[in-house]
């Protein structure tokens, strides 16, 4: 099969598809703001049926993260407690780097469906530009990403647009190790 990449150009993709893992705990290294938009734009390059682009991405600065911070500790207190609720707030302290990823609500059942879809090939390529340049991320979609009071904290308009996810990034203290199942798990050759 011939195409016009490059064998080495090749194995790099692969490479990093097979080695991004999700990462937990950051440093507190800053992150170059030319990093965050390389990787911001490299969303648009997803695919997306008509080409619709239904992605908004806010990059959120610390007055933002910690009024999330405090309305998620708030959730916490009522369903786990104070003490978990403290030190889950103490945990997102640390996290440097904060994206919110929303997907444009559509009235068209099926077009949303397919938007939020490309939204998350779109989060993919994120993080795949993220990985490539050392920066880990963290794709989170808790109880706070469904609470109406963020699109409040953040200034989106809910009948508008959807939270696809919160992603947490920096550079990464350690990667895990992680197993995936065989291919031939979930792959099936249909006659």
């Known amino acids: ?7 080495s150009y090749h194995s790099v993709v692969h490479q990093i598809l097979r080695e991004r893992r999700t990462s ?3 440093s507190d290294e800053d992150i170059p703001e030319s990093l965050i938009e390389n990787a911001v734009e490299s969303v648009r390059w ?8 239904p992605w908004r991405v806010y990059l959120l600065g610390p007055e933002v993260k910690n009024q999330i911070i405090s309305l998620n500790k708030e959730i916490l207190e009522g369903s786990k407690g104070e003490k978990a609720a403290e030190i889950k707030a103490a945990r997102w302290k640390e996290i ?3 994206l919110l990823v929303n997907c444009i609500k559509s009235e068209d059942e099926l077009r949303q469906v397919e938007d939020y879809a490309a939204c998350c090939c779109g989060i993919q390529n994120l993080m795949l530009s993220f990985w490539a340049d050392g920066v880990g991320v963290k794709w989170t979609t808790g109880e706070v990403t469904r609470d109406p009071r963020l699109a409040q ?4 308009n809910t009948e508008q647009e959807n939270v696809v996810g919160l992603l947490w990034f920096g550079v990464a203290k350690g990667v895990a190790e992680q ?13």
């Open 24 to 26: 937990h705990h950051f």
């Open 1 to 7: 099969m011939k195409n016009n990449l490059s064998a």
């Open 96 to 98: 440097p780097g904060w």
């Open 153 to 156: 904290i953040v200034g989106f």
């Open 179 to 191: 197993k995936r199942k065989p291919i031939d798990h979930y792959f099936f050759r249909v006659p």
């Open 46 to 53: 997803a695919p997306n049926h008509y080409l619709t682009e």
